[in-house]
């Protein structure tokens, strides 16, 4: 929450050091992407003189060897297609380019927090700018105070300064688990349990369309604020997804925690492919992130020593969790299970949860034997 002043200041030192970043990620492209310490050679001498400190200038060298970095690993993984199709070869003929008002990392030596005043000091191409206020929830300025280690990135985005700190949380514990709660992850309920938790869809999967119908007004204009606006926009779809994640994941693993019972998810692995569906389903699908409720799942689970085990979920719908009978047929619709073996009607997503969880428990079992000593 920096004043007028105080974020005029702010914003030009971020528009600086990026205006540095493009131009070391310019000297690094003709130079065929030299090492970090080689890329200092050519480029910290220059940096000083455009007005960046000692550590501003290193960490301006270093994030554009990340970058460069992250891109060769992208490449690699074929995230930018293959070698001859166009996203690739335009990335790579040209050197990274930073945004005026990209992140640029912040060591304690630039930048030192104030917790009990809530405000930091922080380094800036008028120098150093004291008591700039943040602000932050109860529960991140504890996590703050314990544990915020490293670097800190500053970032702009529409007209608001982030900082953005790393939090190095160690894991509590493991205890062993009194059985297992499986997770059933689907489009109509985005997340079912085993005991009876429901995260259903609807309301999200409203304010979906609602935000869809919003986009394609907006694309049709074409104009730059249109464009801005969108931007925005999406940010603020991810935003409403990711805090949706956090209020399942939360509830997901408070519950096994104060039952002592461990988690049972599918492996999400290739979800995209496994899936098939209409149309307009799969935009739900794409937007409703389910890989990164599975990541929320995992590190709270890690973070509360909640035991968590990855299954396979093949068959987990066509199976009756009463009988084990397995038969295409016995999912008679998105809701309803009805078993042609035993005739168990069940309600399709918490029969899928329970065999989650009893393949949990089997892969946990099986784990715990291989992990006991054999006795000479
Ligand atoms: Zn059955």
Same mark, same amino acid.
Request: cysteine-free.
């Given at each position: 929450m920096p004043d007028a002043v105080q974020a005029s200041v702010l914003g030009r030192t971020l528009r600086t050091v990026n205006e540095a970043a493009n131009w070391v990620s310019e000297v690094a492209f003709e130079h065929g992407v030299p090492r970090e310490y080689e890329l200092r050679k050519h480029t910290y001498a220059e940096l000083k003189a455009r007005g960046l400190g000692a550590q501003a200038a290193q960490h301006t060298i270093k994030k554009v060897c990340d970058a460069y970095t992250t891109l060769k690993a992208n490449i690699r993984a074929g995230n930018l297609g293959r070698e001859d199709s166009r996203r690739r070869r335009r990335a790579e003929s040209k050197p990274v380019v930073f945004r005026p008002e990209a992140a640029q990392p912040y060591d304690d030596r630039c930048l030192s927090w104030q917790y009990g005043q809530r405000t930091v000091s922080v380094w800036t191409v008028d120098g150093r700018v004291k008591n700039v206020p943040f602000v932050c929830s109860a529960d991140a300025l504890r996590m703050l105070q314990a544990y915020r280690q490293g670097e800190s990135d500053l970032v702009e985005r529409d007209g608001v300064f982030y900082l953005v700190a790393t939090c190095d949380v160690p894991e509590a514990e493991q205890y062993e688990p009194d059985g297992f709660i499986g997770i059933d992850l689907g489009i109509v309920n985005i997340a079912t349990t085993s005991t009876g938790y429901q995260a259903a869809g609807r309301g999200l999967n409203r304010y979906r369309k609602r935000q869809l119908a919003l986009r394609a007004k907006l694309q049709k204009k074409r104009t730059k604020s249109a464009r801005r606006r969108l931007k925005a926009r999406a940010r603020k779809e991810a935003r409403h997804a990711a805090n949706t994640n956090h209020i399942i994941s939360k509830t997901i693993v408070t519950e096994?925690?104060?039952?002592?019972?461990? !988690?049972? !998810?599918?492996?999400?692995?290739?979800? @995209?492919? @496994?899936?098939? !569906?209409?149309?307009?389903?799969?935009?739900? !699908?794409?937007?409703?992130a389910f890989a990164q409720l599975g990541d929320f799942v995992v590190y709270k689970a890690k973070r509360a020593g909640v035991p968590l085990v990855l299954v396979d979920p093949a068959y987990t719908s066509q199976t009756c969790a009463e009988c084990g009978h397995v038969d295409k047929r016995n999912r008679v619709d998105q809701g309803l299970f009805i078993c042609r073996g035993c005739g168990v009607v069940a309600h399709a997503d918490r029969n899928a949860s329970h065999n989650i969880a009893t393949r949990g428990e089997s892969v946990w079992n099986a784990g715990r034997e291989s992990r006991v000593p054999a006795t000479p």
């Open positions: 096994a925690e104060r039952t002592g019972r461990g !988690l049972s !998810l599918e492996e999400l692995k290739g979800i @995209r492919n @496994r899936v098939r !569906l209409r149309k307009p389903q799969r935009v739900a !699908l794409h937007s409703w």
